[in-house]
């Protein structure tokens, strides 16, 4: 499974973006089956979990961005969404999507390549 991350940019505070996660050379019920996530990145801190949803598309957020996120997956089209709404100069970081595969198909996470939002004041 490869993951390709896309939709970061430079935005104003207040503003929106809406990032893609793309996987391929991912069976669909491989990717049906796997759970996702979007982390990110902050210089000098740590990873943190964003968003994430189930197989069934249960999904929990981080409190600092309840109600502002959204995170949404289309199994046909085997790509997670994030979309990030009211951004804040706080949630500038490199945002990461993850996919943890069923323990059926291993149950292994795969990690796309990051992409970057800046959130301007």
């Known amino acids: 499974v490869q993951l390709q991350a896309s939709g970061g940019g430079s935005v104003q505070a207040g503003g929106s973006l809406r990032l893609s996660c793309a996987a391929s050379?991912?069976?669909?019920?491989?990717?049906?089956?796997?759970?996702a996530g979007w982390y990110r990145q902050a210089p000098g801190k740590e990873r943190e979990l964003v968003a994430r949803?189930?197989?069934?598309?249960?999904?929990n957020y981080a409190d600092s961005v309840k109600g502002r996120f959204t995170v949404s997956r289309d199994n046909g089209k085997r790509t997670v969404y994030l979309r990030m709404n009211d951004l804040k100069p706080e949630d500038t970081a490199v945002y990461y999507c993850?996919?943890?595969?069923?323990?059926?198909?291993?149950?292994?996470?795969?990690w796309g390549q990051g992409t970057q939002v800046t959130v301007s004041s």
């Open positions: 993850n996919l943890e595969l069923s323990k059926s198909y291993g149950g292994t996470q795969h």
């Open positions: 050379r991912s069976i669909l019920s491989v990717f049906a089956g796997a759970a």
């Open positions: 949803i189930t197989t069934s598309s249960i999904t």
